[in-house]
């Protein structure tokens, strides 16, 4: 489920995220996963599986998914949504990749 953007708020570079990795963000008392694919797309999740609240941060960036370390949950990148025969979804957030490299989310 996302959210309306509100307004773009930078919160870094791209090299600052590893290739298939994460870095977090607060956004108040929220902390938002901004994830790097192998191909340089970027995506924000609320850093919280919808399953036992896991921290998405930490799985594992694969076709557009991670994978919760927790319980293998796997989360879609794009939407929030637990795919498979899991059901569920996190917070997802608008994300803009700027010429310089400055990675904004939509908040």
């Not at 192998?38 to 399953?51: G, V």
């Not at 059901?87 to 957030?93: D, H, K, M, N, P």
Request: with cysteine; aromatic share 4%.
């Amino acid at each position: 489920m996302n959210v309306a953007t509100k307004q773009w708020v930078a919160v870094g570079q791209l090299n600052d995220i590893p290739r298939q990795g994460a870095r977090c963000v607060k956004n108040g008392e929220m902390t938002i996963a901004v994830f790097r694919t192998s191909d340089d797309r970027i995506y924000a999740l609320e850093d919280k599986c919808p399953h036992k609240n896991g921290p998405l941060s930490q799985g594992i960036v694969h076709d557009g998914c991670v994978t919760c370390p927790l319980h293998n949950w796997v989360i879609s990148l794009e939407t929030g949504t637990a795919q498979g025969a899991d059901e569920g979804a996190t917070l997802s957030f608008p994300t803009k990749l700027e010429e310089d490299g400055s990675v904004l989310i939509g908040l």
